[in-house]
């Protein structure tokens, strides 16, 4: 996480993105490794899913890493624009947010 010039705080869309796609990613493997080591669950069996290979796991692992760094990445853009107050003075004035209170009392100082 960075610091915004008044305190607020931003997330990185970039770090946010690779977590969200990693944890995606590692979860999508490890329930394949599961799937292929105790067998198809009844709801695969039912709708006639194949067990997924080890080429497989892969496969939907990777596109869960993209999958979710974009999802990740776009949730934190998001999240910047609308969090931090000071990049939006109506919405300040309107709470009386601390950080443009701060803000505020610099600029008076100079």
């Known amino acids: 996480m960075m610091s915004g010039k008044c305190g607020c705080n931003k997330l990185c869309p970039f770090s946010f993105g690779l977590a969200v796609g990693l944890t995606f990613g590692l979860g999508v493997f490890f329930w394949s490794l599961w799937a292929m080591y105790m067998g198809a669950s009844p ?3 039912e709708y006639h899913i194949p067990v ?3 080429k497989d796991g892969t496969i939907h692992a990777l596109w869960g890493l993209l999958k979710g760094f974009i999802f990740g990445f776009f ?3 998001f999240y910047d624009f609308i969090s931090c107050c000071c990049k939006m003075k109506w919405c300040c004035k309107k709470s009386g947010c601390a950080c443009c209170a701060s803000e505020d009392k610099a600029g008076e100082k100079k």
Do not use: G, Q
């Open 52 to 54: 997924p290979t080890l």
């Open 43 to 45: 709801m695969m069996v």
């Open 75 to 77: 949730i934190a853009l």
